[in-house]
């Protein structure tokens, strides 16, 4: 499996900016899949996550009611639609596939991050 992020960029706080994860390789119909955040001296954390049918999804606390995880299975792509951004959101995104019992961790494969950077 192997991901690549896009859509990242700078934009004012309140804005909005969506994220892509495109996935290619064998079985995307069959995996979870994430994304995780990076800021500066911080450590990694979890963002939100989609299970492989698209019916369950789970967001971290942070950023529950402001970003949308979906899936398109015919794109192989997972998307995430960020809103209300504040500049404590800036971070580097990455997203990350897996076959999970627990959608904020243990993921396998991860792509490269893309910068989100909120300006205030």
């Known amino acids: 499996v192997q991901l690549q992020a896009s859509g990242g960029g700078l934009v004012q706080a309140g804005g909005s900016l969506i994220l892509s994860c495109a996935a290619s390789?064998?079985?995307?119909?069959?995996?979870?899949m994430a994304w995780f955040r990076q800021s500066p001296g911080k450590e990694r954390e979890f963002v939100a996550a989609?299970?492989?049918?698209?019916?369950?999804?789970d967001y971290a606390d942070s950023v529950k009611g402001r970003f949308t995880i979906s899936r398109d299975t015919a794109k192989h792509t997972v998307n995430l639609q960020m809103s209300s951004l504040q500049p404590e959101d800036t971070a580097i995104y990455s997203c990350a596939a897996g076959w999970v019992t627990n959608l904020r961790n243990k993921y396998k494969y991860w792509g490269q991050g893309t910068l989100v950077t909120v300006s205030s």
């Open positions: 989609i299970d492989w049918s698209g019916a369950t999804t």
């Open positions: 390789g064998r079985a995307f119909g069959t995996y979870s």
